[in-house]
């Protein structure tokens, strides 16, 4: 009788063993499978990375995180004529416009890095990217006369809204808003909104070179991200920071710019000066959990310079960066000393 008891009882605990083995193996790397999307939208293309247990899932959360992309492009772009953005535009020292709370919400975290850089990051810019063209097919050098106008007509503060009835307007005739530098960070987030409300724990959203993580790696470790070298075609990392549930969001020199008699005008213009920023700074990589913050953070960070970049990261919470100089030296904030790796080692830390 004793002896069939502890049969009995080892053979539950055989059997609850198996269960926890069972449950265990749906975690390893290869009971996952690798859901992987392409699109174009919102000027750059868009990869999706999902690792799930149901390939046919992935595919329609693309789908959904596709449609939730377009639907923010719809409502942003400067450059479609009906969008939000579009008839705030061409309303400008008119009317008040009624506008989706998307977009309102952006704007609104527009105004606030407006407030926060103190007017270096402006979502007025409209009129300077517009006379450049830089990423279009006829960039140009305005003239010192078109920059000064242009200039004029720069100013966050002008731009008046409305909260309760979801309305916004431009004070003055001529103002445009561009919200190129902050709406892609928006999108990540929505799109991990999608992944994360479907079931999706592990997986990599990449905007462009706007990088936003879901979770960590199917195995628990971290994703290891690469910092685009500068120098070097895009897609070759000069390093790697190690993250999860993070965003890595770069701005720099390289990534959309054109030549004129042997000179470089790249895409991230000083509304204080109306030219490129040349700073020597050639890119501010930003690691933090919000993209939409780390979107607007990238460039406000590049046109303030490596000193008062630097120390502006390191008083915001959860906040860090790496650093890239024109000689090829390479600063990391204290709470990336870690997690961040050089590969390239042309490149010193400093």
Request: proline share 3%; charged share 30%; glycine share 12%.
């Amino acid at each position: 009788m004793y002896k069939r008891r502890l049969t009995r009882i080892a053979v539950f605990f055989i059997c609850l063993s198996l269960v926890f083995v069972t449950g265990c193996r749906r975690d390893r790397k290869e009971d996952y499978e690798k859901v992987e999307k392409t699109g174009y939208f919102m000027g750059t293309v868009i990869t999706l990375k999902m690792y799930t247990h149901d390939a046919e899932k992935g595919e329609r959360v693309a789908e959904k995180a596709f449609e939730r992309i377009k639907e923010i492009e719809t409502l942003m772009s400067a450059n479609i004529q009906d969008s939000d953005v579009g008839r705030v535009n061409g309303e400008a020292g008119t009317r008040w416009v009624k506008v989706h709370e998307d977009t309102l919400e952006v704007i609104k975290r527009g105004i606030y890095y407006g407030e926060l850089s103190g007017g270096l990051f402006d979502i007025t810019v409209g009129p300077l990217v517009k006379l450049w063209g830089i990423g279009t097919e006829n960039p140009r050098v305005p003239s010192s006369g078109e920059l000064e106008d242009a200039v004029k007509l720069i100013d966050y503060r002008d731009i008046g809204i409305k909260e309760e009835d979801g309305q916004v307007m431009l004070k003055n005739p001529g103002m445009m808003i561009d919200l190129g530098g902050i709406a892609k960070g928006y999108a990540a987030d929505e799109v991990k909104n999608v992944m994360l409300s479907e079931g999706i724990d592990h997986a990599i959203i990449n905007l462009g070179g706007n990088v936003l993580t879901v979770g960590g790696k199917y195995d628990g470790g971290y994703w290891k991200i690469g910092v685009q070298d500068p120098d070097a075609p895009t897609g070759s990392p000069m390093g790697t920071v190690k993250v999860k549930d993070r965003a890595v969001v770069t701005s720099g020199d390289y990534e959309r710019y054109f030549e004129k008699d042997g000179k470089r005008y790249h895409h991230i213009l000083n509304p204080a000066t109306g030219y490129p920023e040349n700073n020597g700074l050639k890119g501010v990589t930003i690691v933090t959990p919000v993209s939409f913050d780390a979107d607007a953070l990238s460039t406000t960070v590049f046109l303030m310079g490596l000193d008062k970049g630097m120390e502006l990261v390191e008083n915001l919470e959860d906040v860090e960066a790496v650093f890239i100089t024109g000689d090829k030296r390479v600063f990391v904030s204290s709470g990336l000393k870690e997690s961040f790796e050089i590969l390239d080692k042309t490149y010193s830390m400093e």
